[in-house]
């Protein structure tokens, strides 16, 4: 979505178009879960601030202002409203993240629901053996990743958003992609 298709869209939606948040929603969706995701790691925090973000973002889009890049403003809400939940949620959330006597945080509900096969149980080893890889990683390089990844955003926006050079940026992304490689072969 173009910026002028942004900015379009907040004015429909200030004016009480739904479908307008609607098209917002479908486009942006898995960007604003990722960031919350990256920030929250945890599934149902994210999604839970997910939602709270596309109902504020129509709340308030009458005090969008365009030619700010709305992916990078999108974010700092979606990362502000992440600050927020964890300083409500601050003692829930530990617990929820705390690892199993294993040390495996888990989440064992694949998308459609089911719980049985064998489609599942590839999806649950995958996710482990995945989650068990980011924690090489730093908490700066799973953000990054998360960011550039499931994000789609470019260096320089995530630079801009986390306040750090572009460089730096590159250089957590490239880091993070040498070790997970090294842990996964």
């Excluded at 308030?60 to 992440?82: D, E, P, V, Y």
């Excluded at 530990?94 to 694949?110: H, I, K, Q, S």
């Excluded at 940026?169 to 490239?174: F, G, K, L, R, T």
Aim: glycine fraction near 8%.
């Amino acid at each position: 979505m173009t910026e002028e298709e942004f900015s379009l869209c907040m004015q429909q939606m200030a004016a009480g178009d739904r479908n307008a948040l609607q098209r917002v929603y479908q486009v942006y969706l898995n960007f604003i879960f990722s960031v919350c995701m990256s920030r929250l790691r945890h599934r149902e925090s994210a999604e839970d601030v997910t939602s709270e973000f596309f109902i504020r973002l129509y709340q308030n889009a009458g005090r969008f202002r365009s030619g700010s890049g709305h992916k990078r403003w999108m974010a700092t809400i979606a990362g502000n409203l992440c600050i927020d939940y964890m300083r409500k949620n601050g003692r829930e959330m530990a617990v929820l993240d705390a690892p199993d006597e294993e040390g495996n945080v888990r989440e064992l509900e694949d998308s459609s629901g089911s719980e049985t096969g064998s489609g599942f149980e590839q999806h649950v080893e995958n996710r482990l053996t995945l989650e068990k890889a980011m924690q090489v990683l730093t908490k700066e390089q799973q953000e990054i990743l998360s960011l550039k990844v499931q994000g789609g955003l470019k260096f320089r926006e995530i630079a801009e958003m986390l306040g750090m050079p572009q460089g730096t940026v590159s250089w957590h992304y490239n880091e993070a992609l040498k070790k997970l490689r090294r842990v996964l072969s």
